[in-house]
């Protein structure tokens, strides 16, 4: 009883209630996003996606519980286990899995069914932050970043071979988590830079527009650093990587990217290239979210919502029933309930001296932080749609345990960080 009580009292309840406010309102929203005012169906029955989420939601808090009940040293004991347990998952699924529109993401056992690619996101946090914590441990060291590199790509590429080029995207959010622990800003700079020159590439039609600027940069800055042969060979190899990149995007795009990640992109550029068809989604998500204007149309009053103009609403794109009904004021609490909530989790991954957590806590807060921008930006037309849920907000029972999972072993691990100073 004293251990309980302990825990109870180590626990914080900011991030808990935060936490709370944030699946209370997404299933509000869900049932928003399904309701049918001639259909005789209350809030929980089966019948439709708010009756399940409120199932998920139980699964979900029995989850929690047995989470904070274990022994706090048994996530960094096992994580490595739990990362192979779901690498051979997502094999599984490869084999088994039938396909669901162009993925093969979801194992199925009688009437139930889970998506292991949603779960292998706290599992290679586990196993990196476990890894990240051995002794001496030295990201510049060669040894320590191809393991690392091993840890973050393996499910990655097997997410890409299930056809979820979406959730494979997330991983790439462990760099953050790197880049906390003393690895070099060279890679995030080259990531980002790479990732601007191949939408210039697709925005710039004529390679004259491109190329001439980089070409007049390059020899501008040669010619001041004349005097350091080195540092002039370093800028004009820089400047010749810069143009080949440029040149290889078409390549790239035609070659690598399947035709609907293509039209995606296009329409990211330009979302009057196809407003019927792959730019759909996105138009119908601004026109539900800029109708709802300041104060929104009020609850369960969405004219799009009802007349099912955006697909996937109660999942991916769930954030237009908030804009729609909700309106502004709606919309800015949940952006302002999720900032508190990374903000909160950044300061408790900040405050652990035990490398583990610190490493894992950051990885949670990597993890919501791109899901949270992403699938926000995607239903205002920032960013490509790529189909990843808004957390504890979107439809399903994988996504939300999965992040319930992620956060409470973290408040696990926080809980007990003053019994781990002790050891």
């Known amino acids: 009883m004293k251990r309980t009580d302990g825990l109870v009292n180590q626990l914080d309840w900011m991030t808990i209630i935060l936490y709370g406010l944030l699946v209370l309102f997404g299933v509000i929203n869900v049932y928003a996003a399904v309701y049918d005012a001639d259909s005789t169906s209350g809030f929980f029955s089966f019948s439709h996606n708010a009756g399940k989420q409120m199932a998920f939601i139980g699964i979900a808090i029995i989850v929690a519980i047995v ?24 094999v599984v699924v490869m084999i088994f899995a039938r396909e669901v529109n ?3 993401s979801w194992l199925e056992i009688g009437p139930f069914r889970f998506q292991p690619s949603e779960f292998t996101k706290f599992a290679t946090a586990l196993a990196l932050a476990k890894y990240v914590s051995k002794p001496n441990f030295k990201i510049s060291r060669l040894k320590n970043a191809f393991s690392v590199v091993l840890i973050i790509s393996i499910p990655m590429v097997l997410i890409i071979a ?26 995030l700079v080259v990531g980002v830079a ?30 001041l650093n004349r005097k350091s042969i080195k540092r002039a060979a370093l800028i004009f190899i820089l400047g010749a ?16 990217l399947k035709p609907h990640q293509q039209n995606r992109i296009l329409v990211l550029l330009n979302p009057n290239a196809d407003p019927l068809g792959a730019g759909w989604n996105v ?34 794109f769930i954030f237009c029933t908030i804009g729609e009904e909700q309106g502004w004021i709606g919309s800015m609490l949940v952006i302002v309930l999720f900032t508190a909530l990374l903000l909160r989790i950044t300061q408790i991954a900040e405050r652990q001296k035990w490398r583990f957590a610190r490493v894992y806590g950051y990885s949670v807060a990597s993890i ?43 408040l696990a691990l926080d809980a007990n960080r003053m019994q781990r100073l002790a050891h």
């Open 67 to 90: 989470i904070l009940s274990l022994d706090y040293k048994i996530y960094d004991t096992l994580a490595y286990p739990i990362w192979i347990i779901f690498i051979v998952l997502l």
């Open 102 to 104: 162009g993925a093969k």
């Open 162 to 187: 299930q056809g979820d080029a979406g959730t494979a995207l997330v991983f790439l959010m462990f760099i953050l988590v790197l880049f906390r622990e003393g690895m070099s800003p060279i890679p």
């Open 194 to 223: 790479s990732a601007i020159i191949f939408l210039l590439a697709l925005l710039v039609e004529n390679n004259f527009y491109f190329w001439t600027p980089v070409v007049v940069t390059m020899a501008l800055a040669i010619y």
């Open 241 to 256: 990587a810069i143009i080949g990149m440029y040149h290889s995007v078409g390549y790239a795009f035609d070659n690598l």
């Open 283 to 316: 138009t119908q998500s601004k026109i539900a979210i800029g109708s709802g204007g300041f104060g929104g149309k009020g609850y369960l009053k969405g004219t799009q919502t009802k007349f099912d103009f955006v697909p996937e609403q109660s999942t991916d």
């Open 368 to 410: 919501l932080f791109f899901h949270f921008m992403v699938n926000i930006g995607m239903t205002i037309g920032l960013f490509p749609v790529i189909g990843i849920p808004l957390p504890f907000f979107s439809y399903g029972g994988s996504s939300l345990i999965s992040f319930t999972t992620l956060v409470f072993i973290l």
